[in-house]
Nanobody, 121 residues
Framework: QVQLVESGGGLVQPGGSLKLSCAAS????????MGWYRQAPGKQRELVAH???????NYADSVKGRFTISRDNTKNTVALQMNSLKPKDTAVYYC???????????????WGQGTQVTVSD
């Protein structure tokens, strides 16, 4: 069984910063990719940022230059530093990981429970 636990969401003013963290635990053999997605009310879930085990990153155009994804392979954690936040960044942010487990003997996608980020005056 695998769990992804997120932390770090909250309320911030426009122009402010927040850092999200996510830790994966359980019967993990390896993690290929980890990432962050978000879903605003009435909208589809979208990719925010993605990082592979080798450190290759990919960002949504809307967050390039403002958000930075990082990962600690030794601790199975991924973080998202969000700077210059805008009201349109308001959403529930979900951690995602592509994990190979002993139990399934294959890679599967796992999701955290989500953490609310609200950017408002």
């Amino acid at each position: 069984q695998v769990q992804l636990v997120e932390s770090g969401g909250g309320l911030v003013q426009p122009g402010g910063s927040l850092k999200l963290s996510c830790a994966a635990s359980g019967s993990i053999f390896s993690i290929y990719a980890m990432g962050w997605y978000r879903q605003a009310p009435g909208k589809q879930r979208e990719l925010v940022a993605h990082i592979t085990s080798g450190g290759s990153t990919n960002y949504a155009d809307s967050v390039k230059g403002r958000f930075t994804i990082s990962r600690d392979n030794t601790k199975n954690t991924v973080a998202l530093q969000m700077n210059s936040l805008k009201p349109k960044d308001t959403a529930v942010y979900y951690c995602n990981a592509h994990i190979f487990t002993w139990a399934t003997d294959r890679y599967d996608d796992y999701w955290g429970q989500g953490t609310q980020v609200t950017v408002s005056d």
